[in-house]
């Protein structure tokens, strides 16, 4: 079986082709500049088969986007199948489910309009989720297609942990809650580290640190999202690449006033001037900031401690929670690919059962155990795979 799987953004569209029963991936690629001019990148996975960097297609829109990538897909010298009938199935990445979705779900009249009303919640990405969906059923008419949630994961949360501190209406009249994010990621991991610890998830107590140029971090009790540090949008949590994480609300109105700004200016900093790029005023990439701080640049240094600290503080916090805590997982960019970071994150915690292994936590992008054997806390090194979630999820409800 074969699963395209889709992320629509409003002017971009990443694309990968798998097998979700034996996990291989047959071409990935990236459609950017649509409305614009339109650049396509394929990067076919089969021996013999020529990657394409970037060539100029015109994308009025996300119909000519997507029939691109299908035309590539099945095109016959350089594609990875024979037509459009081994395309078996579509899963398309949709940022938010609101509390209308705790589980990806087939696409129906009815499932896409609920997703148009959770359109509120997201409204930069959903319309965008939406748009994808809708150009890929005019061009794959009968081709079954399921809905994927970033959210949907974390709907296991109980009220104690997505409640805000608000008056309740807003809640009950608004949908304000807590509903976290990057679920797909989460998800996927912890059900990785299940298999690496060859116990079942239901009997684990995991923190999962998805950190990335977004990060967020989650609590998963017994194979469900219990807490999570992002919160009614992607801003919360720990201190990012460009958005600032947890802060005093009480900054806000002080500086609006200060600098004359309305609350678009303001979010816009929060969103994308922030984070480790705001402190550091070098970089929103932690490559770069490890770089500028190893030369000397103290505001560099600081920035990458103070997401380092955020991120630990997380962890205690959810070790707290869950009343102990038997695994904590690294992935994304930055979890996946900088030790000095891990490092950082895992140190200090020895008080709660952590111990880290220097030599096997020197490593990259590979799945390990990157804790000492006699930690009590098993400390594990696993690089994410959303794409190959969303084709797993797709494939169990097309079955
Ligand atoms: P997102 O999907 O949120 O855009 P990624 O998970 O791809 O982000 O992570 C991107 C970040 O990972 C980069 O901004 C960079 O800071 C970090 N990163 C990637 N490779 C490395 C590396 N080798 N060392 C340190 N950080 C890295």
Redesign the pocket.
């Known amino acids: 079986m074969n699963v395209l799987v889709i992320n629509a953004g409003s002017s971009s569209l990443k694309y990968q082709l798998l097998n979700p029963e034996t996990g291989d991936l047959l071409a990935k690629g990236l459609c950017e500049r649509i409305g614009i001019d339109g650049k396509f990148t394929y990067k076919p996975q089969l021996p013999g088969k020529e990657k394409q960097d970037a060539v100029d297609v015109a994308m009025p829109t996300h119909s000519e986007a997507i029939q691109t990538v299908l035309n590539a897909l099945v095109d016959p010298s350089n594609g990875v199948v024979g037509s459009m009938k081994e395309i078996d199935a579509v899963g398309h990445r949709v940022v938010h489910g609101g509390e209308k979705f705790a589980k990806s779900v087939l696409i129906t009249d009815e499932v896409m309009k609920a997703i148009e009303e959770c359109n509120p919640l997201a409204p930069l990405h959903n319309p965008a989720n939406i748009i994808g969906i809708k150009a890929c059923q005019a061009l794959m008419p009968g081709v079954p297609m399921v809905a994927v949630f970033d959210t949907a994961f974390h709907q296991t949360m109980p009220p104690v942990a997505y409640t805000y501190a608000l008056p309740y209406e807003y809640y009950e009249k608004n949908a304000v809650r807590r509903y976290g994010f990057h679920g797909t990621s989460h998800k996927y991991v912890a059900s990785r580290a299940a298999d690496m610890l060859g116990k079942p998830i239901e009997s684990l107590r995991i923190i999962s640190c998805h950190l990335?140029?977004?990060s967020s971090v989650t609590a998963i009790d017994g194979g469900k999202s219990v807490d999570t540090s992002m919160g009614f949008t992607p801003l919360a949590g720990v201190p990012m690449?460009t958005r600032s994480g947890d802060l005093d609300a009480g900054i806000l109105e002080y500086l609006m006033n200060q600098y004359g700004m309305d609350i678009h200016e303001m979010l816009n900093i929060l969103n994308k001037k922030s984070g480790v790029q705001g402190v550091s005023g070098v970089s929103?990439?932690?490559?770069d900031l490890?770089a500028a701080a190893a030369e000397g640049n103290k505001r560099a240094a600081l920035a990458v401690d103070m997401f380092n600290y955020g991120v630990k503080k997380y962890i205690g916090a959810y070790a707290a929670a869950m009343g102990g805590v038997d695994a904590i997982i690294f992935t994304?960019?930055?979890g996946e690919?900088?030790a000095k970071q891990r490092m950082a994150i895992a140190s200090g915690l020895e008080f709660m059962g952590v111990k880290m292994d220097e030599d096997a936590n020197n490593v990259?992008g590979e799945e390990r155990v990157i804790s000492a054997a006699d930690s009590k806390v098993k400390v594990l090194l696993i690089p994410t795979n959303e794409e190959l979630m969303i084709a797993m999820d797709t494939a169990s409800l097309v079955k």
Do not use: E, M
């Open positions: 990335g140029n977004g690449g929103s990439d932690f490559r490890g994304a960019g930055v690919n900088d990259r």
